[in-house]
């Protein structure tokens, strides 16, 4: 028998630390559904070649074995490493069955094989909402998408998000304008700002055949940023210092309404929630995947996590084509891991119990059961103590466990243990204060 | 790529489906923390050593390996296949954060390799929840534990309940009184009672060595069954007229004391949910495990499900011994499809929302999202139009999500499409009625 210990990279909480998980996630929920989106669950596996196909790191990949049993080449399947790759084989599967924009959220635990370290996880809970048309879809769904999640995360008890924004017909339109025909690779190049510098892409740049005039251009786009339209003047400038393409016309009118989505975004983004959206144009990463708005959201303080939700428009869901949507997922482990490791917030109990009902000795512990019941009636979360033993370790029991009240059957009393304060009451009307009726998640 | 179909005993449900799933754990969660139970989560793999040792089907276990890679003898886990062992490891490793007597729930997804058929799932939510002392724990918690899971399946849109009972204790002192040694053997003799008859159980224990009256004693105990405390005289008649061993003092007390709490059990149960406990003293699945109180419920009607929530009472959480507890465990996936599959119960509708903003022209959606947003900011959960189509479309996309009120942002009116009623509205005051106010389960 193996001693026990915790696996590398698949955590667990305590009672009290579940307590702040599963109110994050019931918060989660609670923003999805105001917005009208319908929760789906989906198998924990899927076959293998539909999740190798649409993995970065197949090797990432958990397949799924038998215990002295070779695996039949049908049954060959592993452990869904996102929730994308099984929602777009649910909406084919059952697209009879749905209708159209179909608005979801999905949040379930995810597997990949990476090697553990800070912040992740070979086992972690995603958060994940979609809107998808059968055909076509409304440019305006791609603000929506991010408004929930704005507020979504707004709800929780995090430090300020800041949601960094661009779109992918704003940088076709300009890099296709400047004479660019390997956007994609482009695109590539401009993700390893960080690592390499603007000298290093522009070496990369020439080097794939961009013009020097178009490399500088690129990077000078880049550098655009504004939590407001304001840098719409600020591309408007930079295209008309630019030599373009004879033909510019088409990537022109591309870009335009790249300008426009992206304004309409981070205007209504900002509506909803103040001082959240910030156009970003050096954000490349996902844009050689995505065809629309893409969104990265990064912790006030805490930008060491990296983007803790991160999404964007897409053409076609499954591989056949159709099903153009837009979504975001939120890495809610990784969230609830600082959230606790950061003493962020903590729960005010463990136990969902708001009374103990003492028992003086056991002949009288129906007594103590009805009193008990009569609580649990009116929703009071109530445990009786499990021995009759002094009411000191019973207060000691209630202390422990974070329960606040102790009801004393004989006496017909209620004492706040923490305060000391003893009254009668009647188990058919007695009400705790609401802040004590539940486990409350307390800030920092 | 594989052609997209549902994996045999994987089952998933329709957005409709999932808010019965949703909600029938939704309301086992209410009950469990009604009566103080904390809830945690464990992660879903466990070593392989501990998995094998633990289960009786060893090829039912889902190992798990990399894509393209040969696992080292380190990382090999499995998936867990119920949560028992999970919650023995989770005990044993976190025993210093828990308050004992600790008292959990936990519901989540295990995975069992099995062929599946009707009820038989490969992966399945299950519930369980469980009292666990350190070193002790008083027998009217196996009371407390039954009463919990009565409640919880009394609150569900399923028919009634019946949970027969039986307690180790009786029985191991009766047979050892009536001169059965292997009382385990003998056990699982008995377990057979339904495949090969009274008169194969019986060649089968004198073939272990039972004398021909003890054997028939033992059948004629499996006969007898109650509803309340009626059991105890016909126990103590047949005792009273079976040949026992010289010395049954102690074995004549173990069964007094197992008479005495299987009493206690039933009438608990009953006082608590009327109609609900039987004791049957047949029962022997499981008594050569648990030590106390075994657990198995059936529902009227759907008996052909087999038990939908079992258990017991058990000395030893952990191989090294200590942590005595109590717990039962509900197959709620089972339990979910059957509720689907004979539509015992549906969804009042498939999607939260219960107003849908229309749309008159694309120019004054942001009026349709303020309406929207001053619903929402009330707990109604509202969508609004995905595009500014003609009026009866807008109901049309309504009617087939379920969505019981379109409101008309241009008039200021709202409009009950299943009646047609239309009356003038202010987004700040009103209020869907209640049944309406999120979707609900609807009986049949």
Redo the contacts between chains.
């Keep these: 028998?193996?001693r026990?210990?915790?696996?590398s990279g698949?955590?667990?909480?305590?009672?009290a630390e579940?307590?702040v998980?599963?109110q994050l996630i019931e918060s989660l929920r609670e923003t999805f559904?105001?917005?009208?989106?319908?929760?789906?669950?989906?198998?924990?596996?899927e076959?293998?070649?539909?999740l190798?196909?649409k993995s970065d790191a197949?090797?990432?990949?958990?397949?799924?074995?038998?215990?002295?049993?070779e695996p039949d080449a049908e049954s060959k399947?592993?452990?869904h490493f996102d929730l994308t790759v099984p929602f777009a084989?649910?909406v084919?599967?059952?697209q009879h069955?749905?209708?159209f924009?179909f608005?979801?959220f999905q949040i379930q635990?995810v597997?990949r094989?990476e090697r553990p370290q800070e912040g992740r996880y070979r086992?972690f809970y995603q958060a994940d909402i979609d809107v998808v048309?059968r055909d076509t879809l409304?440019a305006?769904?791609e603000v929506?998408v991010a408004v929930v999640m704005a507020r979504a995360l707004a709800a929780l008890p995090v430090p300020a998000a800041t949601m960094r924004v661009n779109n992918r017909r704003l940088v076709e339109g300009f890099y296709r304008g400047v004479g660019i025909d390997d956007v994609a690779g482009a695109l590539r190049s401009v993700d390893k700002l960080d690592k390499i510098g603007p000298d290093g892409v522009r070496v990369e740049l020439t080097g794939k055949g961009v013009s020097a005039s178009a490399a500088d251009a690129v990077l000078e786009l880049a550098r655009i940023s504004a939590p407001d339209a304001g840098f719409v003047a600020a591309v408007e400038d930079l295209w008309a210092t630019t030599p373009t393409i004879d033909d510019v016309a088409e990537p022109q009118a591309e870009l335009r309404e790249g300008l426009a989505q992206l304004v309409a975004l981070v205007e209504g983004v900002n509506a909803?929630v103040p001082d959240t959206a910030v156009a970003d144009l050096r954000i490349a990463r996902g844009l050689d995947y995505y065809t629309g708005s893409v969104y990265e959201t990064f912790l006030a303080g805490h930008e060491d996590l990296g983007s803790i939700c991160s999404g964007g428009r897409y053409d076609s869901l499954v591989?056949g084509g159709g099903f153009p949507g837009v979504g975001m997922s939120i890495g809610v482990s990784r969230l609830v891991s600082r959230v606790i490791g950061a003493n962020l917030a903590r729960a005010s109990r463990?136990?969902?119990?708001a009374v103990l009902v003492a028992v003086t000795d056991?002949s009288t512990?129906p007594a103590s059961n009805a009193i008990a019941?009569a609580l649990?009636a009116r929703?009071?979360?109530?445990?009786?103590a499990?021995?009759a033993a002094k009411f000191g370790k019973q207060i000691q029991?209630a202390d422990?466990?974070g329960i606040p009240f102790v009801w004393f059957a004989d006496s017909g009393e209620v004492k706040d243990i923490r305060s000391g304060d003893q009254v009668a009451a009647d188990p058919a009307s007695w009400e705790p204060p609401a802040e004590d009726a539940?486990p409350r998640i307390v800030t920092s």
Excluded: C, N, Q
């Excluded at 559904?33 to 596996?45: D, K, P």
């Excluded at 929703?379 to 009786?384: D, K, L, P, Q, R």
């Design positions: 028998m193996a026990v210990r915790p696996l698949f955590p667990e909480w305590t009672p579940r307590v998980e599963a559904r105001l917005h009208g989106f319908a929760e789906i669950e989906t198998r924990a596996v076959p293998l070649d539909r190798a196909g197949a090797k990432e990949i958990y397949t799924l074995g038998r215990l002295g049993a399947v592993g452990l084989r649910y084919e599967e059952f069955a749905l209708a924009p608005k979801r635990k597997w094989g086992e048309g409304p305006h769904l929506e909803a591989a463990a136990v969902p119990s056991e512990r019941d649990r929703g009071i979360a109530t445990e009786v499990p021995a029991y422990r466990r539940r």
